[in-house]
């Protein structure tokens, strides 16, 4: 089991690109590892409850559940 962090920049301006740090932290929890989730930047808006409501990137859910999963796993998410 590997400690994994995931950092993201993005925020609104690239949906896909914002919600990639979580799908990839869900990804690894499921395969056993201790992701970590870091928002600098534009993703820092991430965080607050509305802003997630209107992502949707492309090929993936709405960030809103992949958020939901982050959370539900108990992956830490630093600001």
Same mark, same amino acid.
């Given at each position: 089991?590997?400690? @994994?962090?995931?950092?993201g920049?993005?925020?609104?301006?690239d949906?896909t690109?914002?919600a *990639? !740090?979580f799908?990839a932290? %869900? #990804?690894?929890?499921?395969?056993g590892h201790? !992701?970590?989730?870091?928002?600098l %930047?534009?993703?820092?808006? *991430?965080i607050k409850? +509305? @802003? !997630? +409501?209107? @992502?949707m990137p492309?090929?993936?859910?709405?960030l809103?559940?992949i958020?939901?999963t982050?959370?539900? %796993? #108990?992956?830490? @998410?630093?600001v």
């Open positions: 089991m590997a400690r @994994i962090l995931y950092y920049t993005h925020g609104t301006d949906p690109r914002a *990639l !740090p799908f932290a %869900n #990804g690894a929890k499921e395969a201790e !992701p970590i989730v870091a928002l %930047n534009d993703a820092t808006f *991430l409850d +509305q @802003i !997630p +409501q209107s @992502i492309v090929g993936h859910p709405p809103r559940d958020m939901a982050t959370l539900a %796993n #108990g992956t830490p @998410i630093h």
